[in-house]
């Protein structure tokens, strides 16, 4: 079966430090990675898909499929980056898996 | 462009009562999802709809939970009865397509507490 794992569930770092948010995934085909967030008092919406290989707001995602993994990266950390983060996993046609999500608090 | 929109927004029951929730998808978007998430817990596919006719429904409680979507573009959800680990925030969401690849929307979702 398909899993999503997110270890931390809770982030802290200081404005303009790096930032780190692990996503390993289980499954043997080839996957579909999605980083999704989660803004205080805003819908969940989509950050980034691995397919498309862009940056937005400054993070960017590597699929990794020896380590299974779709870390979230940014080089520095701004306050607007404290949010709930959630590692999605899909497989074209079955439902996305979302991990229990990640939430990063940027400390000024 | 409006986006998903749900009602109501919170709910307060007591168990074994019954409760239902509403949602419009984004104009034209042809799939619409249900979920549920636990407090703590990432979003869990409840029901997966391809304009009126259902995709997936396997982590559905049929037992208790029933959705439907008639004419393709509203759809209810509806618990009964309710039993207390039914708390949770329930999403609605919506798609141009139903592959795993196509950017789903969400809904502001409804917050229910099953007292």
């Known amino acids: 079966a398909q899993r999503v794992t997110q270890p931390e569930k809770l982030l802290s770092v200081f404005k303009g430090a790096p930032v780190e948010l692990k996503c390993n995934y289980s499954y043997s085909g080839s996957p579909e990675l999605f980083w999704y967030v989660q803004y205080s008092r805003q819908r969940l919406q989509l950050l980034l898909r691995?397919?498309s290989r862009e940056s937005i707001k400054g993070f960017t995602a590597d699929l990794n499929k020896g380590e299974t993994s779709f870390h979230l990266k940014k080089p520095f950390a701004q306050e607007e980056d404290s949010a709930m983060y959630y590692c999605a996993l899909g497989t074209g046609n079955t439902p996305l898996v979302f991990g229990k999500g990640t939430r990063l608090s940027v400390i000024a | 462009e409006a986006g998903v929109a749900q009602s109501p927004r919170y709910k307060i029951i007591e168990k074994r009562q019954s409760v239902a929730f509403w949602c419009n998808p984004i104009?034209?978007?042809?799939?619409l999802y249900w979920y549920q998430q636990i407090l703590g817990q990432g979003p869990k596919l409840l029901i997966q709809?391809?304009?009126?006719?259902?995709?997936?429904d396997s982590q559905l409680p049929k037992d208790r939970f029933s959705a439907e979507r008639l004419k393709g573009v509203d759809s209810t959800l509806k618990i009964q009865p309710a039993k207390l680990e039914d708390s949770a925030v329930y999403l609605c969401?919506?798609?141009?397509?139903?592959?795993?690849?196509?950017?789903?929307?969400f809904g502001p979702g409804t917050r229910l507490t099953v007292l």
């Open positions: 969401a919506s798609s141009l397509g139903g592959r795993s690849y196509n950017e789903q929307f």
């Open positions: 709809f391809q304009n009126n006719g259902v995709v997936d």
């Open positions: 691995h397919i």
């Open positions: 104009s034209g978007h042809a799939t």
